[in-house]
């Protein structure tokens, strides 16, 4: 027997926020990893830098820190997901035992 934490409705609708969830932060780690510009502001670096060459080690460890943070919350995401997943199918096999 299969027990259901939450109903059909709010099993689906985590079901579907989850999908988006593991798409956009997939593809904005994939971008923070390819060192796209458009995310160039989300970087922090220290202002008070003077030498080009520490400058670009701290926006390369930035876009690194970003895409690690990215995946990381998509893979949260991936387990919400799982989570919806198994409850709204429990749902749906409650409903056809009625």
């Known amino acids: 027997m299969t027990t ?3 109903g059909p409705k709010l099993s689906l609708c985590c079901l579907i926020l989850s ?7 997939s593809l904005m780690g994939l971008f923070f990893h390819v060192h796209a ?4 502001e989300d970087i922090v670096v220290d202002a008070n ?7 670009y080690e701290e926006v390369d460890e930035g876009y690194t ?18 989570v919806s997943a198994q409850q709204f199918w429990a749902n ?7």
């Open 4 to 6: 259901t934490v939450c």
């Open 19 to 25: 999908v988006w969830g593991v798409i956009q932060l």
């Open 37 to 40: 510009v458009a995310l160039a």
């Open 49 to 55: 830098v003077t030498d080009v060459e520490k400058f």
């Open 65 to 82: 820190r970003g895409a690690q943070n990215c995946w990381l919350a998509a893979a949260m995401y991936a387990i919400t997901l799982l």
């Open 92 to 98: 749906q096999r409650l409903e056809t035992a009625l």
